[in-house]
């Protein structure tokens, strides 16, 4: 690849802006999208997105635009940074607009409802394009701390190890260090679950217990993960790294976090629609909860955690009568 790197990433939320400022910073051209012109107008008058990351400043080398057809044209690297249940339906509308040989990267982390399918899945179905093209960025990487150009890792991750670093070279900054990685399946899991996890977190934090009980949830929510992924052809190794343990132990520990601060608030006793309407970004975990654990029960792998919280999102169980079913399971060995 010569010449300037151009990048298109569809979805200026908080995620999607601070990955168009990591990308610029690395020296791309890079076209934010978003459905909002008066919004994509204020970026470009004012550097800032007021909506997701106020008094951030971007760099000059971001341009907003509401217009899919002009932020696709060219791209080295189309980045879908849109909620995950939604990538289906945005997909197939920007498929047609496409430049030819883009690689498509995906932010996003959850698994899709009914299908079952992981993010890079969905892409290939609705893009029609092999999956050496596809790549996943991953990890400890809140938006908020990574506008503030924060020093944070990451891991890029595509089963094509020459893709995975032309995207490493494009998103590398003082700031933001990737690493790559061909595992895209462990990768993905990673991120999905642990939202599912950070829920749990948040729940117990908001019962108002304590950090025995919190790192008890976060060491057996990663055997969780790793015995999903194992089972699914997942590296074991990969769930140590940034994508499985780093993303995890951030996504449970901070307040910056939506998925645990959405339990939290279920944890005070809110209910799921009071919770839902006083968040204003997606939490992943909530509907991503559902899908990995029909994942679990597909490939026979047993996660107590998940349906724990699938029964407090979804099924109405007060958090405090799960987390009473859940102690008195049956006592065994620790074994991943």
Request: proline share 5%.
């Amino acid at each position: 690849m010569t010449g300037t790197v151009k990048a298109a990433v569809f979805g200026n939320g908080s995620w999607g802006t601070a990955f168009a400022m990591v990308l610029a910073d690395a020296g791309c051209e890079v076209a934010l999208w978003g459905r909002r012109p008066a919004l994509a107008d204020t970026i470009n008058s004012t550097r800032t997105n007021p909506d997701y990351l106020p008094g951030t400043r971007l760099p000059d080398g971001v341009t907003a635009t509401s217009d899919a057809a002009a932020a696709a044209a060219g791209a080295d690297f189309t980045v879908l940074a849109v909620p995950s249940q939604t990538v289906r339906a945005n997909l197939a509308d920007w498929a047609p607009l496409l430049a030819p040989g883009t690689v498509l990267v995906s932010l996003m982390k959850g698994v899709e409802l009914g299908s079952a399918m992981r993010m890079s899945e969905v892409i290939e179905d609705v893009a029609k394009i092999p999956a050496e093209r596809i790549a996943v960025v991953t990890g400890p990487n809140l938006a908020a701390e990574i506008a503030a150009r924060q020093p944070a890792a990451a891991v890029v991750a595509c089963s094509d190890e020459g893709v995975a670093q032309r995207l490493q070279a494009a998103c590398h900054t003082p700031y933001f260090r990737p690493y790559t990685n061909t595992d895209v399946i462990g990768c993905e899991l990673g991120g999905a679950v642990k939202n599912v996890i950070g829920l749990a977190v948040g729940i117990a934090d908001g019962m108002g217990l304590g950090d025995n009980t919190k790192g008890s949830l976060i060491t057996r929510g990663l055997a969780e993960t790793t015995r999903l992924g194992l089972a699914m052809g997942a590296d074991p190794m990969t769930f140590s790294g940034l994508a499985g343990l780093g993303d995890l132990v951030a996504t449970c520990s901070s307040p910056l976090s939506r998925n645990h601060t959405f339990g939290t608030n279920l944890g005070r006793g809110m209910t799921l629609e009071e919770t839902i309407a006083v968040t204003k970004q997606t939490a992943e975990g909530v509907k991503s909860c559902e899908s990995v654990l029909e994942l679990g029960r597909r490939h026979g792998v047993d996660m107590p955690l998940t349906e724990t919280v699938v029964g407090i999102v979804h099924e109405g169980k007060a958090p405090l009568v799960a987390l009473r079913e859940l102690m008195a399971r049956s006592a065994k060995p620790e074994r991943i």
